[in-house]
C-alpha cells in the first residue's frame, strides 16, 4: 500500500525528516510515536502534500505510484486521507455542501457518477448511524463554531464517508477528553478494513488503549528509530522517548563495534 | 509544488468569455458632445420637445461642472484612470436594421444573445422571466410583453415608454436622480440613449421576472441607458439587469442612471449582475462604470431592495441608494464586489431616512484578489423628524493574495435620538490552511477557491432570484480564476 524510502524532508531549508523508512500493507494499522519536534507532524504533511514542505531525497511509493508527484488533490482522490491536527473553519460552506463537493470529486476522478444531493445526504446519515454521532453538524458550517472535540469528530466523520485507502491520523487525540477520545478511537475501528491501511500518529500512548496497532514505530530526530508491537508503545509510557533515543544509538554504536 | 504553479498560471491566462464583437452594420453619431449631437439622438428617437430640452438642460449643466472641476474626484483609485476624453466618444451606435417584430430581429443579433446565455426566443427561456435586450444604444427586442399587458404591467424599452406612455416617463424621469445630481448623472440625462421602462399598476404583482441585458459592441462609443421603474400602490416586481462587453484596448465609458419609485405598500427588488469587460492584468482596456442607482420609498410601507454582484469593469464607482421618505418604509442594500487583476471598485449606498420607523439594513461583501482595489463606501443618514429609525450595517471583506487591497469608508450622520445604528465589519483572507484542507479532501484548487467565497458571499447569494444566484456563482468562479499564487 504504502512504502516511504529514505524519505529526507526540510521546512523552510531546515532538515525534519532524515531518512525515513517504512512499509505499510493494506488491513494493517501502524502508529508512529515519537516527542515533539521529532517529525511526526511534518511526515503526515509530506503525504498529504501541504505546500512549504521541501522532499528532499527518498521516495513515496503509494499502489506503486510515485506519491509525491501527484498534487493534493489527486492524493486524495487516489484514496489519500489525512485527518487533521487543527482542522480549519470555512464560513458560510455549509458541512453538506463541503462534504458533497469532495465525494463527488472523487467519484469523478474514479469515472463514478457524481451523487446528487438526496444520495449525498443518505448516505452521510447512514455513516454518521455507524459513528454514533448526532447529525447536527450537517446543518453547520465546515468547523465553524466546532468544539475541539466537535472538529475531531468531523475528521473521523469526513473519513468513513470518503473512505480512504490509507488514512492518515495525524495527533487526533490531542486535545480531546476521555469521552470524545472513545468515539474516536471507536470510529477509527469502525473502519478498520482489510483493504485499508492506517497510519495513527500519536504523542500519547493513552490512544492506543482504543486503537490497538499492528506495529508501533518510534521517530525521534527524523529517523524511525524503533519499531515493535503495541507492547512497544507501554514501555515507551514507561520509560520515554529518550530512552528509545538512546537505545537506539546504543544499538547503532553496538553494531560500528 | 511547481505544478500547482503552472496551473493557477495557465488559468490566468484565460479569457474573459464574452470578449467577442458582433460584425453587425451599425449606424453611429460622428464622435463628440454638443448641442447638434443631442438634438441628433433627440431627433433619432422622434422625441417630444419636452424631452429635448430637458437633455439640453442637462447638457448646459454637465458643461458647468465640465469646466468648473470635471469628475468628481473623491472616489478611492489608487491607480487612477482616464483621461476620458468626452468628444472622442460617440454617443449613438445603433444596428441600422431596427425591427417591427421578434420576427424581423437580425439573426446576427439573436445569436449575440444565444452566445451569451439569454435567448431572445421566448420559448426558449425559462418560464417566467421576461427580457429586454439592450445592443449598444437601442433596445433590440423585448420579450413577453404581450404576456405582461395582460396584467397591465408596461414592459418596454425607454424609447418607446416616451412615445406610447409620455406621461408616465415625464412625471418620474429625473423624479429621484434630478439632472443636477451629478456629473455622470448630468452626462447621462443629456446624452441617454436608451434603457428600460417598468411600471406595474396599483394592486399588480408582476407576475414574471423582468430582466435587461446590456451589451456594449461597437469601438468608441460608451453607454448611456436610463432605466425608470414605477411600482403603483401596492404592487411588487422583481427586476434583474445583467452587461458584458466586448475585449479592447480601449477603455470604454458607461454611465448609466437607474431611478426607482415605490409608492405605498410597493416593493421593488432590483438585482445586477455587472460583468463588463474588467481589462486585462496590466490594467489595459476596461469600461469605466460610473453609474447612478437611486431608489424612492415615496409611499409608506414601501420597500426597495438592491442586490448587486459586481465582477467586471476597470473601475466600479456605484452607489445604489434608497430615499426612505414613506413612514416604514424599508431599503435594503446586498453587495458582492469583486476586483482582481487591476480593477479598481468605490462602491457602496446611501440610505436617507426622512419617514418614521423607517429601517434600512446594508451587507456588503467585498473580494479583493490580483491587484485589485475594493472600497465600500456607505452613508446612513438619519434625518431630524426620521423617529425611531434603524439600520444594520455589515461589511465584510476578503483578501486573496498579498498584492491587493481593501478599504471601507463608512459616514453615519444622525439628527434623531431615537436611531438605533448597528455597524459591523471585518477583513480576512483566504488562508493556504483552507485551501489545503479542500484540496485534501480531492476538491481541486478552483473549486476550492468558488467554494470558499460562495461561503463569504452567502448572505447576498441568498437575496438573488434563483436564475441568477447560479449565474451569480458561476461568474464569480470565473472572475477568480488565476487569481491564488
Same mark, same amino acid.
Given at each position: 500500500?504504502?512504502?516511504?524510502?529514505?524519505?529526507?524532508?526540510?521546512?523552510?531549508?531546515?532538515?525534519?525528516?532524515?531518512?525515513?523508512n517504512?512499509?505499510?500493507?493494506?488491513g494493517?494499522?501502524?502508529?508512529?510515536?515519537?516527542?515533539?519536534?521529532?517529525?511526526?507532524?511534518?511526515?503526515?504533511?509530506?503525504?498529504?502534500?501541504?505546500?512549504?514542505?521541501?522532499?528532499?531525497?527518498?521516495?513515496?511509493?503509494?499502489?506503486?505510484?510515485?506519491?509525491?508527484?501527484m498534487?493534493?488533490?489527486?492524493?486524495?482522490?487516489?484514496?489519500?486521507?489525512?485527518?487533521?491536527?487543527?482542522?480549519?473553519?470555512?464560513?458560510?460552506?455549509?458541512? *453538506?455542501?463541503f462534504?458533497?463537493?469532495?465525494?463527488?470529486?472523487?467519484?469523478?476522478?474514479?469515472?463514478?457518477?457524481?451523487?446528487?444531493?438526496?444520495?449525498?445526504?443518505?448516505?452521510?446519515?447512514?455513516k454518521?448511524?455507524?459513528?454514533?454521532?448526532?447529525?447536527?453538524?450537517?446543518?453547520?458550517?465546515?468547523?465553524?463554531?466546532?468544539?475541539?472535540?466537535?472538529?475531531?469528530?468531523?475528521?473521523?466523520?469526513q473519513?468513513?464517508?470518503?473512505?480512504?485507502?490509507l488514512? *492518515?491520523?495525524?495527533e487526533?487525540?490531542?486535545?480531546?477528553?476521555?469521552?470524545?477520545?472513545?468515539?474516536?478511537?471507536?470510529? *477509527?475501528?469502525?473502519?478498520?478494513?482489510?483493504k485499508?491501511?492506517?497510519?495513527?500518529?500519536?504523542?500519547?500512548?493513552?490512544?492506543?488503549?482504543?486503537i490497538?496497532?499492528?506495529?508501533?514505530?518510534?521517530l525521534?530526530?527524523?529517523?524511525?528509530?524503533?519499531?515493535?508491537?503495541?507492547?512497544?508503545?507501554?514501555?515507551?509510557?514507561?520509560?520515554g522517548?529518550?530512552?528509545?533515543?538512546?537505545?537506539?544509538?546504543?544499538?547503532?554504536?553496538?553494531?560500528?563495534a | 509544488?511547481?505544478?500547482?504553479?503552472d496551473?493557477?498560471?495557465?488559468?490566468?491566462?484565460?479569457?474573459?468569455?464574452?470578449?467577442?464583437?458582433?460584425?453587425?452594420? $451599425?449606424?453611429?453619431?460622428?464622435?463628440?458632445?454638443?448641442?447638434?449631437?443631442?438634438?441628433?439622438?433627440?431627433?433619432?428617437?422622434?422625441?417630444p420637445?419636452?424631452?429635448?430640452?430637458?437633455?439640453?438642460?442637462?447638457?448646459?449643466?454637465?458643461?458647468?461642472?465640465?469646466e468648473?472641476?470635471?469628475?468628481?474626484?473623491?472616489?478611492?483609485?489608487?491607480?487612477?484612470?482616464?483621461?476620458?476624453?468626452?468628444?472622442?466618444?460617440?454617443y449613438?451606435?445603433?444596428?441600422?436594421q431596427?425591427?417591427?417584430?421578434?420576427?424581423?430581429?437580425?439573426?446576427?443579433?439573436?445569436?449575440?444573445?444565444?452566445?451569451?446565455?439569454?435567448?431572445?426566443?421566448? $420559448?426558449?427561456w425559462?418560464?417566467?422571466?421576461?427580457?429586454?435586450?439592450?445592443?449598444?444604444?437601442v433596445?433590440?427586442?423585448?420579450?413577453?410583453?404581450k404576456?405582461?399587458?395582460? %396584467?397591465?404591467?408596461?414592459?418596454?424599452?425607454?424609447?418607446?415608454?416616451?412615445?406610447? %406612455?409620455?406621461?408616465?416617463?415625464?412625471?418620474?424621469?429625473?423624479?429621484?436622480v434630478? %439632472?443636477?445630481?451629478?456629473?455622470?448623472?448630468?452626462?447621462?440625462?443629456?446624452?441617454?440613449s436608451d434603457?428600460?421602462?417598468?411600471?406595474?399598476p396599483?394592486?399588480?404583482?408582476?407576475?414574471?421576472?423582468?430582466?435587461t441585458?446590456?451589451?456594449?459592441?461597437?469601438?468608441?462609443?460608451?453607454?448611456?441607458?436610463?432605466?425608470?421603474?414605477?411600482?403603483?400602490?401596492?404592487?411588487?416586481?422583481?427586476?434583474?439587469?445583467?452587461?458584458?462587453?466586448?475585449?479592447?484596448?480601449?477603455?470604454?465609458?458607461?454611465?448609466?442612471?437607474?431611478?426607482?419609485?415605490?409608492?405605498?405598500?410597493?416593493?421593488?427588488?432590483?438585482?445586477?449582475?455587472?460583468?463588463?469587460?474588467?481589462?486585462?492584468?496590466?490594467?489595459?482596456?476596461?469600461?469605466?462604470?460610473?453609474?447612478?442607482?437611486?431608489?424612492?420609498? $415615496?409611499? %409608506?410601507?414601501?420597500?426597495?431592495?438592491?442586490?448587486?454582484v459586481?465582477?467586471?469593469?476597470?473601475?466600479?464607482?456605484?452607489?445604489?441608494?434608497?430615499?426612505?421618505?414613506?413612514?416604514?418604509?424599508?431599503?435594503?442594500f446586498?453587495?458582492?464586489?469583486?476586483?482582481?487583476?487591476?480593477?479598481?471598485?468605490?462602491?457602496?449606498?446611501?440610505?436617507?431616512?426622512i419617514?418614521?420607523?423607517?429601517?434600512?439594513?446594508?451587507?456588503?461583501?467585498?473580494?479583493?484578489?490580483?491587484?485589485?482595489?475594493?472600497?465600500?463606501?456607505?452613508?446612513?443618514?438619519?434625518?431630524?423628524?426620521?423617529?425611531?429609525?434603524?439600520?444594520?450595517?455589515?461589511?465584510?471583506?476578503?483578501?486573496?493574495?498579498?498584492?491587493?487591497?481593501?478599504?471601507?469608508?463608512?459616514?453615519?450622520?444622525v439628527?434623531?435620538?431615537t436611531?438605533?445604528?448597528?455597524?459591523?465589519?471585518s477583513?480576512?483572507?483566504?488562508?493556504?490552511?483552507?485551501?489545503?484542507?479542500?484540496?485534501?479532501?480531492?476538491?481541486?484548487?478552483?473549486d476550492?477557491?468558488?467554494?470558499?467565497?460562495?461561503?463569504?458571499?452567502?448572505?447576498?447569494?441568498?437575496?438573488?432570484?434563483?436564475e441568477?444566484?447560479?449565474?451569480? $456563482?458561476k461568474?464569480?468562479?470565473?472572475?477568480?480564476?488565476?487569481?491564488?499564487?
Amino acid at each position: 500500500m504504502l512504502e516511504i524510502k529514505n524519505l529526507h524532508a526540510s521546512v523552510e531549508g531546515k532538515e525534519i525528516l532524515k531518512g525515513v523508512n517504512l512499509k505499510v500493507g493494506a488491513g494493517e494499522v501502524h502508529s508512529i510515536m515519537g516527542p515533539n519536534g521529532s517529525g511526526k507532524s511534518t511526515l503526515a504533511s509530506v503525504l498529504a502534500g501541504r505546500d512549504g514542505y521541501e522532499v528532499t531525497a527518498g521516495q513515496v511509493l503509494y499502489k506503486g505510484k510515485d506519491l509525491l508527484e501527484m498534487e493534493p488533490e489527486e492524493r486524495a482522490c487516489e484514496g489519500v486521507f489525512m485527518a487533521f491536527q487543527y482542522p480549519v473553519e470555512i464560513p458560510g460552506v455549509g458541512s *453538506v455542501q463541503f462534504l458533497t463537493a469532495a465525494l463527488n470529486a472523487i467519484r469523478k476522478h474514479r469515472g463514478k457518477e457524481e451523487y446528487d444531493a438526496l444520495e449525498a445526504l443518505t448516505l452521510f446519515r447512514e455513516k454518521l448511524k455507524i459513528l454514533h454521532m448526532s447529525d447536527d453538524l450537517l446543518g453547520r458550517s465546515v468547523n465553524e463554531g466546532f468544539s475541539g472535540g466537535e472538529k475531531k469528530k468531523n475528521e473521523i466523520f469526513q473519513m468513513a464517508v470518503l473512505e480512504p485507502s490509507l488514512a *492518515v491520523l495525524d495527533e487526533t487525540d490531542s486535545g480531546l477528553d476521555i469521552d470524545a477520545l472513545k468515539v474516536v478511537a471507536d470510529g *477509527v475501528n469502525a473502519l478498520r478494513g482489510p483493504k485499508r491501511a492506517m497510519l495513527v500518529i500519536t504523542h500519547y500512548q493513552r490512544l492506543l488503549n482504543y486503537i490497538v496497532p499492528d506495529y508501533v514505530h518510534v521517530l525521534v530526530d527524523g529517523r524511525i528509530v524503533k519499531t515493535g508491537d503495541k507492547e512497544l508503545a507501554l514501555h515507551l509510557e514507561e520509560h520515554g522517548y529518550t530512552w528509545a533515543g538512546e537505545r537506539a544509538l546504543a544499538d547503532a554504536a553496538g553494531s560500528k563495534a | 509544488m511547481s505544478t500547482t504553479q503552472d496551473t493557477i498560471e495557465a488559468l490566468a491566462q484565460r479569457e474573459y468569455k464574452y470578449g467577442f464583437v458582433t460584425d453587425i452594420e $451599425q449606424e453611429f453619431a460622428p464622435p463628440g458632445l454638443n448641442e447638434d449631437i443631442i438634438r441628433f439622438i433627440s431627433a433619432k428617437k422622434g422625441e417630444p420637445d419636452w424631452l429635448l430640452e430637458w437633455r439640453l438642460k442637462a447638457y448646459r449643466h454637465w458643461t458647468e461642472l465640465y469646466e468648473a472641476k470635471g469628475e468628481p474626484q473623491w472616489a478611492f483609485l489608487p491607480y487612477g484612470y482616464g483621461p476620458i476624453d468626452y468628444q472622442a466618444i460617440s454617443y449613438y451606435a445603433a444596428p441600422k436594421q431596427r425591427p417591427e417584430s421578434m420576427d424581423e430581429v437580425d439573426p446576427e443579433l439573436l445569436r449575440t444573445y444565444e452566445k451569451l446565455g439569454i435567448p431572445l426566443e421566448e $420559448q426558449k427561456w425559462l418560464a417566467g422571466v421576461a427580457v429586454d435586450a439592450v445592443f449598444d444604444s437601442v433596445s433590440v427586442a423585448t420579450t413577453f410583453k404581450k404576456e405582461l399587458e395582460k %396584467h397591465g404591467v408596461i414592459f418596454c424599452s425607454f424609447s418607446e415608454a416616451v412615445r406610447s %406612455h409620455p406621461e408616465l416617463v415625464r412625471k418620474y424621469l429625473g423624479s429621484v436622480v434630478p %439632472h443636477t445630481d451629478n456629473f455622470f448623472a448630468a452626462l447621462n440625462s443629456a446624452v441617454f440613449s436608451d434603457g428600460s421602462f417598468v411600471y406595474v399598476p396599483k394592486g399588480v404583482r408582476c407576475p414574471m421576472e423582468l430582466s435587461t441585458y446590456f451589451r456594449i459592441n461597437a469601438a468608441q462609443t460608451g453607454q448611456f441607458e436610463r432605466t425608470l421603474i414605477v411600482a403603483d400602490e401596492g404592487a411588487y416586481v422583481s427586476y434583474m439587469e445583467g452587461c458584458t462587453a466586448p475585449m479592447r484596448d480601449e477603455n470604454q465609458l458607461h454611465a448609466a442612471v437607474v431611478e426607482l419609485v415605490a409608492l405605498d405598500d410597493a416593493t421593488i427588488k432590483y438585482s445586477t449582475i455587472q460583468n463588463w469587460y474588467p481589462g486585462d492584468e496590466k490594467g489595459e482596456g476596461g469600461i469605466y462604470n460610473f453609474v447612478t442607482k437611486r431608489g424612492k420609498c $415615496q409611499g %409608506h410601507n414601501s420597500r426597495i431592495s438592491w442586490t448587486q454582484v459586481e465582477t467586471g469593469s476597470a473601475i466600479t464607482w456605484k452607489y445604489p441608494s434608497c430615499i426612505l421618505q414613506g413612514d416604514n418604509s424599508m431599503g435594503e442594500f446586498y453587495s458582492v464586489a469583486l476586483t482582481n487583476l487591476r480593477q479598481q471598485a468605490d462602491t457602496g449606498t446611501k440610505m436617507i431616512h426622512i419617514g418614521k420607523n423607517t429601517k434600512s439594513t446594508i451587507v456588503t461583501k467585498g473580494i479583493s484578489a490580483g491587484q485589485g482595489h475594493n472600497s465600500y463606501r456607505g452613508m446612513v443618514k438619519i434625518l431630524k423628524g426620521a423617529e425611531n429609525a434603524r439600520n444594520f450595517t455589515q461589511c465584510d471583506s476578503l483578501l486573496i493574495g498579498d498584492r491587493c487591497g481593501a478599504h471601507t469608508f463608512p459616514y453615519i450622520e444622525v439628527k434623531n435620538k431615537t436611531a438605533r445604528m448597528e455597524h459591523e465589519a471585518s477583513t480576512s483572507k483566504i488562508g493556504e490552511d483552507q485551501m489545503f484542507y479542500c484540496q485534501q479532501r480531492g476538491i481541486g484548487l478552483e473549486d476550492a477557491i468558488s467554494l470558499i467565497v460562495a461561503g463569504f458571499c452567502k448572505e447576498v447569494f441568498r437575496e438573488l432570484p434563483m436564475e441568477f444566484a447560479v449565474e451569480a $456563482q458561476k461568474l464569480l468562479s470565473v472572475s477568480l480564476e488565476g487569481s491564488v499564487g
